[in-house]
């Protein structure tokens, strides 16, 4: 991998972790908004037992001062009964100062049924203070930490950002800016390439690019999403690694129209893949070099079935599964992609491993007549 890409992987993950501490530092008035909003319930409380406390004593001097006017008038109205005159005027005054005795005694039962609640008032205003002090202390205890942990993330900031200057520097200019472009509309400027696609954008490449960004030996972008890509071969040969029990090889038909072969030495092209297809009354083959997937030499045509026209070819050769269309080969130009040939090398592996055990992958031979190998 080159230098630039490992650099342009580490300054993307330090761009995002000082993307998640600038979030995080900016949380923190949310976080004290929400610690503080955990006490409104229990001051609301509070502030409701203090208010009836209150009430109560509101309307205990509401009830003392009727008492005590009551009481006046009914001074005033024995005062005037020894100055009547008549017997009516006698009984009403009587009267009202009977009704005067009635509410007086009315309003001491509403203050004694004050006093006996008062208790109740009392205990309820203590807990709830109780409790509030309680909860402040938590949560001076939790505002605290959410500072501590804000400076935290403020000094590894700084450490980060230094972090990235340095990294930075260690990158191409106009590949720097490019990648910060990219990042700066589509949240990140480099991805990796699995299975012949853009894993970010998941956009097939072409056969070329792909073996270009496999070979890492030069920068290449996406041409769909513009992001710097890079292949990690860890990641995609997980995928095609055998388990350590392997599972029983599928064997391609006998009769398909497309054959593809294995030849450990074949005419003075060393090792090769060969793909033989039956078309329209015709047989073609095709050569591809097992180690880097170019196509060897040009396409050759005979008339018949390829079992037929080729025998010399597929004599003492490895059958292989794989079963690409006349059009996908076509696409594949003068080089087999990586995907292609990754797949025909797993199934050699299997192959061979098959052959080493006995099994049914041995060479084929045919009772034909053996023409000379065509180059």
């Known amino acids: 991998m080159l230098p630039d890409i490992e650099n342009l992987l580490k300054l993307q993950g330090i761009d995002a972790e000082i993307r998640r501490l600038q979030d995080e530092i900016a949380e923190f008035p949310k976080r004290v908004a929400v610690i503080e909003q955990k006490l409104a319930g229990t001051k609301t409380q509070l502030e409701k ?4 406390v209150k009430a109560d004593e509101a309307a205990r001097r509401k009830y003392d001062t009727a008492i005590n006017d009551l009481r006046g008038k009914i001074s005033k109205y024995r005062d005037q009964s020894l100055d009547v005159k008549t017997n009516d005027q006698y009984k009403a005054l009587l009267h009202e100062i009977q009704f005067a005795e009635k509410e007086i005694a009315a309003n001491e039962d509403k203050i004694l049924e004050m006093m006996v609640n008062a208790d109740a008032r009392d205990k309820e205003v203590k807990a709830a203070q109780a409790e509030l002090k309680a909860e402040t202390a938590e949560i001076e205890k939790e505002k605290e930490e959410a500072r501590q942990r804000t400076a935290e993330d403020e000094k590894l900031l700084t450490e980060w950002r230094a972090k990235r200057d340095q990294t930075r520097s260690g990158i191409n200019d106009d590949l720097l800016r490019h990648f910060e472009r990219v990042s700066k ?3 990140s400027g480099i991805s990796e390439v699995r299975d012949q696609k853009c894993m970010a954008c998941r956009v097939m490449l ?3 690019t792909y073996n270009e960004v496999r070979s890492g030996t030069q920068t290449i972008v996406c041409d769909s999403c513009q992001r710097v890509l890079y292949y990690n071969p860890a990641e995609e040969m997980a995928d095609l690694k055998p388990s350590t029990t392997r599972a029983k090889r599928h064997h391609p038909k006998i009769d398909a129209p497309q054959a593809w072969y294995y030849r450990a030495d074949f005419a003075d092209r060393g090792e090769v893949f060969l793909c033989l297809t039956n078309a329209r009354g015709q047989s073609s083959r095709r050569i591809y070099d097992v180690h880097t997937g170019r196509l060897l030499g040009d396409i050759l045509s005979r008339e018949g079935d390829y079992r037929h026209a ?3 070819d597929i004599t003492g ?3 292989l599964n ?3 269309t006349e059009a996908e080969l076509d696409a594949f130009g003068t080089e087999l992609p990586m995907v292609a040939l990754d797949s025909l090398r797993f199934d050699l592996d299997h192959a061979r491993h098959e052959a080493a055990a006995g099994s049914h992958a041995k060479p084929e031979t045919h009772a034909v007549p053996t023409e ?3 180059s």
């Open 372 to 374: 000379q190998a065509a």
């Open 49 to 52: 037992a203090q208010a009836a």
């Open 322 to 324: 794989g079963n690409w």
């Open 185 to 187: 509309f589509r949240g």
């Open 310 to 312: 080729f025998p010399e």
């Open 206 to 208: 072409r056969p070329q």
């Open 317 to 319: 050769a490895m059958r």
